[in-house]
C-alpha cells in the first residue's frame, strides 16, 4: 500500500503558477495594432499620458513603461519642448521592432546579418508565388518607379535602399505586413554585406538588379508558377553581389 502510494505521489503533476501578461505590453499591443491599421502614421504624436491612461483603462505609470519600450525598438521618439510639438511621436513604422529584435538576437547569439539571406529568400519566394496566383494588377506597373530607383542608383547604400524599398512594396501588395517587415530586415543584411562590394561598379550592379526585377515582374504578372523560384534565385544571389539570376526552367 506504501508503495502504490508513493507511486502514486510520484506521478502527480506539479503546475507553476501562470503568470499574467504585464500591463504595459497590452499598451503596447494596441499602439502597434493602430499602426497596423494605419489610424496611427508615421510623424503623428501619440495622445498624453493621461489620456492614454484613461482610454485603456491603466495607469499613467504602465503607459510610461510601454512608451520606453516602444522607444527601445525605434518606433517612437520622446521630444521635449513647448508647445505642441513635444510629446511620443511615431518616427518608425512596425518593421522598425523586427529591426530591433534582429540587433538583440545578434548581440545575444554572435549571428551574422548574413544568415538573413536565406529565410529573406523564403519571404520574397512567398510574395512572388501569391502575387503570381493572385494575379493583382500588373506588378510591373506598380513597382515601376520603385525599380527606376534601383536602376539609378549611384552609390551603395542609395542601391540597398532602394532595393529593400521595393521588396517591402512588393510585399505590401499581399497585404501581409509580416512580409513586408521581414522584407525590410535586408537592410540589416546588406549593411554587412557592403563592405565586400566596394570594389564593384554599384552603376554596373544596380543595373543588373533591376534587370532581374523586370523579369521577375514580368514572371509574376503571366501567373507564371515558376515566379517564386525566380524571386528566391534572385534573394540568394544578393543584391550587392556580381552574381547573376540563376535560369528557371
Not at 170 to 188: E, M, Y
Not at 197 to 226: K, P, T
Request: hydrophobic share 50%; with cysteine; charged share 25%.
Amino acid at each position: 500500500m506504501d508503495v502504490e502510494q508513493s507511486a502514486a505521489q510520484r506521478r502527480v503533476a506539479v503546475f507553476s503558477p501562470v503568470e499574467k501578461p504585464r500591463a504595459f505590453a497590452y499598451v503596447v499591443a494596441e499602439i502597434e495594432r493602430e499602426l497596423v491599421a494605419g489610424r496611427i502614421r508615421v510623424g503623428d504624436r501619440l495622445p498624453g499620458e493621461r489620456q492614454m491612461a484613461e482610454q485603456l483603462g491603466v495607469s499613467r505609470a504602465t503607459v510610461r513603461e510601454a512608451l520606453r519600450a516602444l522607444e527601445l525598438f525605434g518606433l517612437v521618439e520622446a521630444r521635449r519642448g513647448s508647445g505642441g510639438g513635444s510629446g511620443s511621436h511615431v518616427v518608425a513604422g512596425t518593421d522598425a521592432g523586427l529591426r530591433c529584435a534582429w540587433r538583440l538576437h545578434a548581440l545575444a547569439t554572435g549571428a551574422k546579418a548574413s544568415d538573413l539571406l536565406h529565410p529573406l529568400a523564403v519571404v520574397q519566394q512567398h510574395v512572388a508565388t501569391t502575387l503570381a496566383r493572385e494575379r493583382r494588377g500588373s506588378v510591373g506597373e506598380q513597382l515601376a518607379d520603385a525599380n527606376r530607383a534601383v536602376a539609378a542608383s549611384d552609390d551603395w547604400q542609395q542601391l540597398l535602399r532602394a532595393d529593400v524599398e521595393l521588396h517591402v512594396a512588393a510585399a505590401r501588395l499581399i497585404s501581409d505586413q509580416l512580409a513586408s517587415g521581414c522584407a525590410a530586415l535586408a537592410s540589416a543584411a546588406g549593411d554587412e554585406l557592403l563592405g565586400a562590394r566596394r570594389g564593384a561598379s554599384v552603376q554596373a550592379v544596380a543595373g543588373r538588379v533591376a534587370a532581374e526585377h523586370c523579369l521577375l515582374f514580368d514572371a509574376i504578372d503571366r501567373g507564371d508558377a515558376a515566379a517564386g523560384a525566380l524571386a528566391f534565385a534572385h534573394a540568394l544571389g544578393d543584391p550587392l553581389a556580381s552574381k547573376p539570376l540563376a535560369v528557371v526552367a
